[in-house]
């Protein structure tokens, strides 16, 4: 797929891809073997019919690969731009097994027919049951609480989601930079959500603005679906000095509060010149991609593992690489270094080996003795993970959550140990992928409308 060029894209935040063309995406859709198996379908955590949509595509029918997506996926254009097809989808693709050979690129594919329909302004139809005359509340709107949402609108059920934030979306907008998710994008596909009557209810944090006792006596069932957005932190001495920052805050300055956007909006950010992000995942190149967007000199990612065990996209270190991000393998910061106002100078870091492989499954890093460096720099940014907002769950009395602060939830259909309430996605699982979120969302969805039909009470 064609992209900007490195030189000029770390001057500014536009996407980085530009999409197929008509003529591209055909010509893709074309390698596909349409396989009678298809293997690439169980690879999808909502299990889009993919074969049938780029069957579509190769015939040219885009409205009709429309209608197909929108069948099992309320969010394409998301998903066609940030899911990892190559560990899902495009994993199980024949083509891809082929010597020399590339799978089919069903993302971008799956983007191509999302985009289309938008620039067209098709409106895809799409069916809705008769009211049921029973509402689901929703907490949270990102991608598990959209999709839950929008199915159980389509089921005829009335639903509202409460959102704490001022922009509904979750971590699509506050986490994911506008060059990989660009957010009129994923305003796009909420107002596709609200488009099926799905109301919702702008800063209202539950808890504080609306009372948990207040959702569970107006409605019939509830949703959880807020993901894990609470900060984790190393611990490490020096983590109070200026220019410590975790990446879950810089994130939310830069995409949320526009800081992007300066001079425009002139949102407080530090808008470091040396700046080193601690870790490996898709959140660590988001952040070390912002930075040097925002202006810095250089930008060092420092990882405690080698390339090979990164847990990023493989096109977005690529990505990051291309931009001239410079990464430390096997290195893990022990402090940071301040000066007498207070001020990040650097970050003391030890070199490390690998060892046996650890419970995730990746051999373990283990410090070296006499290895100790210091990096010179004037802004850190800890991307080390997440976990669950502990205060809005505390809200729900009675309600389960395991050693990690999760909630316990039922895997294939979302019950928790509060009757009528239901729980999916990163508040359950932790820290994962969008599409996997949606497939909580999916699956809950058909529990939900069975549980409101009185097929479904794991609470008797």
């Known amino acids: 797929m064609r992209e ?44 889009i ?27 394409p254009a998301i998903c066609g731009r940030v899911c990892p097809q190559e560990t899902q989808c495009e994993a199980k693709c024949v083509v891809g097994k082929i010597p020399n050979s590339e799978p089919v690129a069903i993302g971008r594919l799956e983007r191509f027919v999302a985009d289309w329909e938008a620039e067209h302004a098709v409106q895809t139809k799409i069916e809705i049951a008769p009211a049921k005359h029973k509402k689901v509340a929703v907490v949270g709107s990102g991608p598990a609480g959209l999709t839950v949402a929008a199915d159980l609108a389509r089921r005829g059920y009335e ?69 894990a957005g609470t900060p984790k932190f190393m611990g490490i001495e020096g983590t109070n000095l200026n220019g410590v920052y975790s990446a879950n805050e810089f994130l939310t300055r830069v995409n949320l509060m526009k800081a992007y956007l ?35 000199e250089s930008v060092t990612v420092v990882y405690r593992r080698t390339e090979e065990e990164m847990p990023a996209r493989r096109e977005e270190y690529i990505h990051a690489v291309e931009e001239g991000i410079k ?70 009395d009675g309600l389960k959550l395991n050693k990690y602060g999760y909630i316990i939830a039922d895997e294939n259909t979302g019950a928790t140990s509060l009757r009528k309430v239901f729980a999916g996605g990163d508040i359950v699982t932790g820290a994962a992928t969008v599409i996997e979120a949606m497939g909580a969302g999916k699956k809950s969805a058909e529990w939900i409308d069975k549980f409101l039909s009185g097929e479904y009470d794991p609470w008797k």
């Open 327 to 396: 990464f430390y393998w096997l290195t893990q910061p022990i402090r940071y270094v301040g000066n007498e106002k207070g001020e990040l100078v650097g970050v003391e870091c030890i070199s490390m080996m690998l060892g046996e492989p650890d419970e995730s499954g990746r051999r373990r890093p283990i410090p070296i003795e006499d290895s100790r460096f210091i990096l010179e720099a004037d802004t850190v940014i800890e991307a080390i993970g997440t976990e669950a907002n502990r205060f809005l769950l505390s809200q729900f």
């Open 49 to 75: 019919d993919i074969p049938a949509f780029i069957r579509k595509v190769r015939e040219r029918n885009f409205e009709e690969a429309a209608k197909i997506l929108k069948q099992y996926n309320n969010l």
């Open 159 to 227: 639903v509202h989601i409460f959102e704490t934030l001022h922009k509904a979306g979750g971590v699509l907008v506050y986490g994911i930079p506008e060059f990989r998710l660009p957010k009129s994008i994923v305003e796009r596909e909420v107002n596709y959500v609200k488009s099926l009557s799905v109301q919702i209810f702008l800063n209202m944090p539950v808890g504080r603005a609306i009372p948990v006792k207040d959702l569970l006596a107006e409605y019939d069932a509830i949703f959880i679906g807020v993901g």
């Open 262 to 296: 300066f001079p425009e909006y002139d949102t407080p950010v530090r808008r470091g010149k040396k700046v080193i992000v601690v870790g490996g995942g898709n959140v660590a190149m988001d952040a070390a991609r912002s930075a040097l967007r925002l202006g810095a």
């Open 4 to 47: 900007q060029d490195p030189k000029e894209r770390i001057r500014n935040f536009f996407e980085v891809p530009y999409g197929y063309s008509e003529e591209e995406a055909v010509a893709e859709a074309n390698r596909c073997l349409q396989c009678p198996a298809k293997p690439c379908v169980s690879g999808c955590p909502v299990e």
